[in-house]
């Protein structure tokens, strides 16, 4: 038998120890040709496309929106087509039927040639175990060698583990359509109850004051003019060098502290929820942040991100300042402590709500207090008191002058109208000139 390619599921990021199947160019047995794309895999946060090694006949041992685990066999190119095994396909069930048999998955009987992985040869001769007792099996790995040995438990299996019976809730198909969550937000719900389930976070919050706060950030900005979140970038990447339990993460019986700061700012422009990273943004100026920032905003509209951009995130910020929020509580994203939640400026009362979600695990509320003041009084040191209003826009109530036309170089004094409202007035008004 010449195998031409073998394909594996790949290590895309050390989050996604499995991924899914969402694209299979070619039927089962078809030529193809070297440069084609085989297959696509489906990651937390992007695709994969395998590519065709070279020529010869595809034979699939997956299922189309199926997942599976790194390393496993889920392809293979053949030089010949009659090496081509007949493909064996699982019996698929229904929601409501699969209730029935309390969620057992069936499993197909494999008719063709049984392939073993060189690690599971080597354990199988160590321990004189026949090669028949995985008769019927495709692919046969270190991991099942020692299952059947008794060595592993049979937990840690995927086919073992999906034939658990599964707390479901009831679906009655007259009363409810189902409609089938796709591997994003299976993912997003794995990474994001990975730390909530514990119960062990909280969530504190600041209002900042942001009345003439873009007066002085603006002038720094090419297109992100009135917006906080460049310079929220900014001033967190900075912050999080001195707080570093915010730019760590709990593995369990430890904390594992980030020698980078790598921020993450959440987007979903109808492309999906994904988390972009400003990679070294502790060291970026706020010029290169804003470049990152629309970087990899334009590298998501287009669907060019890469692998690189949306891993190795240390610190996650959720700006929804564009949604008018008021206020909201952010999750914490797997392998971080704490993630800044960022809402809607209220322009009556000049000022937005920052929120800090974090781990208990890691830190503790004074820290992030601390964190969250101190970001605080960073935003706010941008604010300009002498230039909240132009001098272009401050005029006299009464004699409509304005203070860049008044020569007397004294300036104007805040009053109230007789209606009650807040003015100026010149000094030549005042002392009724």
């Not at 339990?245 to 019986?253: C, K, P, Q, R, V």
């Not at 991100?305 to 300042?321: M, P, R």
């Not at 322009?347 to 003041?373: M, P, Y």
Request: hydrophobic share 40%; charged share 25%; glycine share 4%.
């Amino acid at each position: 038998m010449a195998i031409v390619q073998e394909i594996k599921v790949p290590l895309i990021a050390v989050n996604d120890t499995s991924l899914t199947v969402v694209e299979m160019a070619f039927e089962h047995g078809s030529l193809v040709k070297k440069g084609d794309v085989l297959m696509v895999f489906e990651t937390s946060k992007t695709t994969y496309d395998v590519i065709a090694e070279a020529a010869g006949y595809i034979a699939y041992s997956c299922e189309l929106d199926a997942d599976y685990e790194v390393n496993e066999v889920v392809a293979i190119v053949y030089n010949d087509a009659a090496e081509v095994p007949v493909k064996a396909v699982p019996k698929k069930e229904t929601a409501v039927a699969a209730k029935k048999e309390d969620y057992k998955e069936a499993i197909a009987y494999w008719e063709g040639e049984t392939l073993f992985s060189p690690a599971a040869i080597e354990l199988m001769q160590a321990n004189k175990l026949d090669a028949a007792v995985f008769k019927g099996t495709d692919f046969v790995s270190k991991l099942d060698v020692e299952l059947k040995l008794g060595i592993a438990k049979p937990a840690l299996n995927k086919k073992t583990a999906a034939n658990k019976t599964v707390e479901l809730l009831p679906v009655d198909p007259d009363k409810v359509t189902i409609a089938k969550l796709s591997s994003n937000k299976k993912r997003e719900i794995e990474y994001l109850s990975n730390i909530q389930q514990t119960g062990l976070t909280s969530t504190i919050n600041t209002v900042v004051e942001t009345e003439g706060i873009f007066v002085h950030i603006n002038p720094s900005l090419q297109y992100l003019k009135n917006s906080l979140l460049p310079v929220i970038v900014y001033e967190t990447a900075r912050l999080l060098s001195t707080f570093k339990e915010l730019n760590a993460y709990f593995t369990g019986d430890a904390v594992a502290y980030y020698k980078e700061v790598n921020i993450g700012f959440a987007i979903d422009i109808d492309k999906g929820l994904k988390v972009l990273r400003v990679k070294d943004a502790a060291i970026k100026s706020i010029q290169e942040v804003e470049a990152a920032i629309m970087d990899l905003s334009n590298k998501y509209l287009d669907d060019n991100l890469l692998v690189e951009d949306l891993t190795g995130i240390s610190f996650t910020i959720t700006d929804l300042s564009a949604e008018n929020v008021h206020f909201f509580r952010p999750l914490i994203n797997m392998m971080n402590s704490a993630i800044l939640g960022v809402s809607s400026i209220d322009e009556k009362l000049n000022r937005c709500i920052l929120s800090v979600s974090f781990d208990h695990r890691v830190t503790e509320g004074k820290l992030a207090a601390q964190f969250l003041h101190e970001l605080k009084n960073r935003l706010q040191s941008y604010r300009s008191v002498h230039h909240t209003h132009p001098n272009q826009d401050i005029s006299c109530f009464k004699c409509f002058k304005t203070l860049m036309e008044d020569l007397s170089d004294v300036g104007f004094t805040k009053c109230i109208t007789p209606k009650g409202a807040e003015a100026y007035i010149c000094q030549s008004c005042l002392k009724g000139f």
